[in-house]
C-alpha cells in the first residue's frame, strides 16, 4: 500500500539520512526501482513528472500499475508515489487519482500567489493524508518545460512557506535538474543552513541530485536535507546499458531482439544506480 512521505522524511530527518526520490518513466523503470528498495530495505519514493504522467497515459495507469506491483512483488518497504514539480491542477489531479504525495511548485509565481495555493493544497492534502512539497527559488536546468538557473531561495520566504503546515520543502541552493555545467559554483550550504534554521525539524529536499559530488550530497544531509531527488543519472545508466546491448549485436544473437531481452541490461543499471544512491543517503536497511 502507498504511504505518505510524511513519516519516512520526518525519520530521515531524525536519523540524518536522505531518502532517494527516484523519477519513474515506466514499467521497468518502477519495478527496478521498487526491487532496489525491497532488497536494500530502504523507503523509497517514486517521482512522476506531469510530463512522464503523459507519456505513461494519465495519472491513474500509473496509480493502477504501482499498485499493482507493491502487491505482485511483495513490496514490504514504505513507498510514496510523488508527483514532481506539479502544477496546481496537476496536483489536484493526482490527488484524485490516488497519489499518496504531491509536490506543487509555486516558485515562478510571486510569492503571495505561492503561499495562497500552496495553503489550498495543505488543507486539501491534510484531509485526505496525503504529503505535500513546496518549492521556493527556482532549480536551475529545464524540467518539462520550467527554466530556472539554480538562484537561491531567500530563508525567510522559505519560512513563510514552512509555516502553512507543508511536510517538506525543496528550496533552491544552487542546484540544477540535468547534467551540471564545467562553470558551476556549487551548492550553497550559507544558504541551506540559514534556512534550517528558520525551519528547525522540516525536511527539506534537493533537487538535481545528479552530478553533485558526494562530499557534497553527505554534507547537505547533515544540514537537513532528508529527501535528494534522481533521475538524470537513471536515464544515462539505462541508455548506456541498453547501447552497449545493440552495439555488441546481442539483439541480433537468438531471441535478442525480444523487448524483455532488450531491456534487461538498462533496467539492471538502473537497479545499480538506485542501490549506490540509497548507500551514499544512508538509507539501507532504514525500513526495517
Known sequence: MLVSAK?????????HYAV???NINNLEWAKSVLLTAEECKSPVILGVSEGAGKYMTGYKTIVGMVNGMLEELHITVPVALHLDHGSYEGCLKCI????????FDGSHYPIEENVAKTKELV?????????LEAEVGSIGGEED???GAGECADPNEC????????????????NIHGKYPANW?????????????????????LHGGTGIPEDMIKKAISLGVSKINVNTE??????????????????????GFDPRKLLKPGADAISATVKEKMELFGSIGKAE
Open 123 to 131: 488543507a486539501l492534502c491534510a484531509e485526505k493524508g496525503i504529503s
Open 96 to 103: 484524485e487519482a490516488g497519489f499518496s504525495s504531491v509536490m
Open 159 to 174: 519560512k513563510m512557506i514552512a509555516d502553512l503546515g507543508v511536510d517538506f520543502l525543496a528550496a533552491g541552493i544552487g
Open 145 to 147: 518545460g520550467v527554466i
Open 234 to 255: 537513471c536515464q544515462l545508466a539505462f541508455a548506456e546499458a541498453t547501447r552497449k546491448y545493440i552495439e555488441a549485436g546481442k539483439d541480433l544473437e537468438g531471441k
Open 20 to 22: 532517494g526520490h527516484f
Open 185 to 205: 559554483q556549487g551548492l550553497s550550504f550559507e544558504t541551506l543552513d540559514a534556512i534550517q534554521q528558520l525551519t528547525g525539524t522540516l525536511p527539506l529536499v
Open 7 to 15: 513519516d519516512m522524511l520526518q525519520k530521515a530527518k531524525a536519523g
